[in-house]
């Protein structure tokens, strides 16, 4: 089975505009402000799938305000084999591109809350088990809440859970909950 694809195209794009992001996020304030810079590694885990991504973000760690930061991502999901055959498709092909925010709010020194919504937008290729093949216009939204732990903001460690849930169009899975575990370090 193909992995889901949503790798190059967005890739390219965050990586051509995180540059004008980063510029418009930080200001002469904010050389002295505490920015923490993290990068983490989050599995993700669901009835119908798993996956992995990697994540740059960058914040300010010490304001007590909701804070919406740079962040950058890249990661895969693959679709429970089981439940495409149950639906009778061979491969899945999905292109998409995903738009939100992802915000934290400070909780007390190194723990936030991190709530999140967003959309996919992109396109669907099936291969049906009778060498069909179905291009479909893929729309759906996600959401999230989970804890971000950050001990030490100088440098350390950095842990976090969530609560993921996903609403779609897809042929594959229209609707799925789950859970991602992350960890990774700041600096």
């Given at each position: 089975?193909?992995?889901?694809?949503?790798?190059?195209?967005?890739?390219?794009?965050?990586?051509?505009?995180?540059?004008?992001?980063?510029?418009?996020?930080?200001?002469?304030?904010?050389?002295?402000?505490?920015?923490?810079?993290?990068?983490?590694?989050?599995?993700?885990?669901?009835?119908?799938?798993?996956?992995?991504?990697?994540?740059?973000?960058?914040?300010?760690?010490?304001?007590?305000?909701?804070?919406?930061?740079?962040?950058?991502?890249?990661?895969?999901?693959?679709?429970?084999?089981?439940?495409?055959?149950?639906?009778?498709?061979?491969?899945?092909?999905?292109?998409?591109l995903g738009l939100g925010f992802d915000g934290?709010?400070?909780?007390?020194?190194?723990?936030?809350?991190?709530?999140?919504?967003?959309?996919?937008?992109?396109?669907?290729?099936?291969?049906?088990?009778?060498?069909?093949?179905?291009?479909?216009?893929?729309?759906?939204?996600?959401?999230?809440?989970?804890?971000?732990?950050?001990?030490f903001q100088e440098l350390g460690l950095v842990?976090?859970?969530?609560?993921?849930?996903?609403?779609?169009?897809?042929?594959?899975?229209?609707?799925?909950?789950?859970?991602?575990?992350?960890?990774?370090?700041?600096?």
């Amino acid at each position: 089975m193909k992995h889901i694809k949503s790798s190059s195209v967005f890739l390219t794009i965050t990586l051509v505009i995180a540059p004008f992001l980063a510029k418009a996020q930080t200001s002469l304030d904010s050389a002295t402000v505490d920015n923490i810079h993290m990068l983490t590694y989050t599995k993700t885990f669901s009835k119908h799938y798993q996956g992995w991504s990697i994540q740059y973000r960058e914040f300010d760690g010490s304001t007590d305000e909701f804070v919406i930061p740079i962040t950058l991502s890249f990661g895969s999901a693959r679709i429970d084999q089981a439940l495409l055959e149950k639906k009778d498709i061979a491969s899945l092909d999905t292109y998409s591109l995903g738009l939100g925010f992802d915000g934290y709010e400070r909780l007390g020194k190194g723990t936030y809350l991190n709530l999140g919504l967003g959309t996919i937008v992109g396109l669907e290729s099936i291969e049906t088990t009778k060498q069909q093949r179905i291009d479909r216009f893929l729309i759906g939204g996600t959401s999230k809440i989970g804890l971000l732990f950050v001990p030490f903001q100088e440098l350390g460690l950095v842990f976090g859970a969530n609560a993921l849930g996903r609403l779609s169009n897809s042929r594959a899975v229209r609707y799925d909950l789950g859970l991602s575990l992350e960890v990774g370090v700041n600096f």
